[in-house]
């Protein structure tokens, strides 16, 4: 399992048994503490996890915080840790001043949701009022995977996460307040607009207008991008799609004289019709042989590929189609393996059918 899917995976996992969680400890060993070992760290290795580590603050002595991580002898992420309830805002202060006597270059705060990622960019061993990375686990972006794998303990490089730090955090907030004008338009980046195309001066009753032109015009626009990109997307598919067809008929005619259709191919076929007429009728089932596989098709249409079955090797195979169009094997050990597949296959019509309608 690669690192995108741990996280995935902690994700769900947190998502089905929050509301099963007490308290601050089961928060901990439920869900931070596998989100640590996902990261690479031993958290049963005391020299590269400690739990409950002392940091002196000033005349408080034996303060503790709930995990450090180690690098070669040293302290490197301090980890505070709260219940998944808690509302990290009341809470980050705390994770300050651990900060501020200690050598570490991050500071972790975390409710086992929300995970907050901080350092000193602003001012040196004073860590800074807002992380540079947060993500809410159970929505967290593949952008936001990316970062984080930085922190993961085969790649760990603190100066090189420190260089791309400050530029994560400014581009972080500034995508916050661009998300705030969004929604709410600011009187000063209505103005903006406004200047730029009203002849007159800017009173308060068109300002009161251009404040739902502004935020009308964004809109528009948003959707606007979100249809070409759309367009895109479907018109590089379409000609990759057409590309293949050629491929395909290209290959049919060389392979013509060679294909064979076997009983065993037909046998298959039967078995996929009869899973399949419950719920489309046989009449639409079709099939091609061609030298390589024999194609189960919808409407006998190239574009609308069932499943393929590999009958001439050593080994046997029903292949379908994901939602990428790559292909996916399953290997069979006899006919009637073919029925375990019923499910996908169903779900596979489903979603052809919906595409001609949609």
């Not at 503490?33 to 940091?55: A, R």
């Not at 009022?129 to 603190?158: C, G, R, Y």
């Not at 895109?232 to 004289?257: G, R």
Request: hydrophobic share 35%; with cysteine; charged share 30%.
């Amino acid at each position: 399992m690669d690192f995108k899917d741990q996280i995935k995976q902690i994700g769900e996992r947190v998502t089905k048994l929050k509301d099963q969680i007490q308290t601050e400890e089961a928060t901990k060993n439920a869900f931070i503490m596998p989100f640590l070992q996902s990261l690479g760290y031993d958290v049963f290795n005391p020299l590269e996890v400690v739990p409950e580590y002392v940091t002196d603050i000033g005349t408080k002595k034996g303060e503790k915080i709930d995990y450090a991580i180690f690098k070669e002898g040293n302290a490197t992420i301090l980890v505070e840790c709260k219940h998944w309830q808690q509302n990290l805002n009341l809470h980050d202060g705390q994770l300050l001043r651990y900060f501020h006597v200690s050598k570490a270059k991050f500071g972790l705060l975390t409710n086992g949701i929300i995970y907050r990622f901080y350092s000193d960019l602003v001012e040196p061993n004073k860590m800074d009022d807002k992380p540079f990375l947060e993500f809410n686990i159970t929505e967290i972006k593949d952008n936001q995977i990316e970062e984080l794998k930085k922190f993961h303990k085969s790649v760990f490089d603190a100066e090189s996460i420190v260089n791309t730090a400050s530029e994560l955090k400014y581009t972080n907030e500034i995508k916050i307040i661009f998300q705030q004008e969004l929604n709410n338009p600011t009187s000063d980046f209505v103005k903006h607009f406004a200047k730029q195309v009203y002849p007159s001066s800017i009173t308060a009753k068109v300002l009161e207008q251009f404040t739902i032109l502004t935020k009308k015009s964004i809109q528009q626009h948003i959707s606007d991008l979100i249809t070409e990109r759309l367009k895109t997307a479907l018109t590089k598919e379409d000609e990759a799609t057409k590309e293949q067809e050629a491929i395909d008929a290209e290959l049919a005619k060389e392979d013509e004289i060679k294909v064979v259709t076997t009983e065993e191919e037909l046998e298959g076929y039967m078995i996929v019709k009869s899973i399949l007429r419950q719920i489309v009728s046989p009449s639409r089932i079709n099939y091609r042989d061609a030298q390589t596989y024999f194609s189960i098709l919808l409407d006998d249409n190239n574009r609308k590929t069932i499943c393929r079955l590999y009958f001439n090797g050593s080994k046997k195979y029903i292949a379908v189609l994901n939602e990428q169009k790559k292909e996916v094997k399953y290997l069979i050990n006899s006919l009637d393996d073919i029925f375990k597949h019923s499910d996908e296959l169903i779900k596979i019509i489903e979603l052809l059918d919906k595409q001609k309608h949609d």
